[in-house]
């Protein structure tokens, strides 16, 4: 019922930023919590944040607060990450998440988008 696709990713200097994107598609996407995911390599996929499907609750990992925040468009049907302060440790590939559930949406998400690379130079 919900396809994602992201985009956004790139090279950036630490210290740098970068804003990551999320199409959503599908007729329940308003309905959903959505969030982001993060794998570098040689580590397990990891929980970055949260937003529900109001947009009036978050939900951060805290190797990224103050740092990132996540944000939705409903009425564009977009989720995004803006990232500051990026660090080398930031580099992985991100992926969107939705889910139908705030609570469990950093643990089991139902959909998962292709992922997009960041790359953090120091």
């Known amino acids: 019922q919900v396809q994602l696709v992201e985009s956004g990713g790139g090279l950036v200097q630490a210290g740098g930023s970068l804003r990551l994107s999320c199409a959503a598609s599908?007729?329940?996407?308003?309905?959903?919590?959505m969030g982001w995911f993060r794998q570098a390599p040689g580590k397990e996929r990891e929980f970055v944040t949260g937003?529900?499907?109001?947009?009036?609750?978050?939900y951060y990992a805290d190797f990224v607060k103050g740092r990132f925040t996540i944000s939705r468009d409903n009425a564009k049907r977009t989720v995004y990450l803006q990232m500051n302060n990026l660090k080398p440790e930031d580099t992985a590939v991100y992926y969107c998440?939705?889910?139908?559930?705030?609570?469990?949406?950093?643990?089991?998400?139902?959909?998962w988008g292709q992922g997009t690379q960041v790359t953090v130079s120091s």
């Open positions: 937003i529900d499907w109001s947009g009036g609750r978050w």
């Open positions: 998440a939705a889910d139908q559930d705030f609570i469990s949406i950093d643990r089991s998400p139902d959909y």
């Open positions: 599908g007729r329940t996407f308003s309905n959903y919590a």
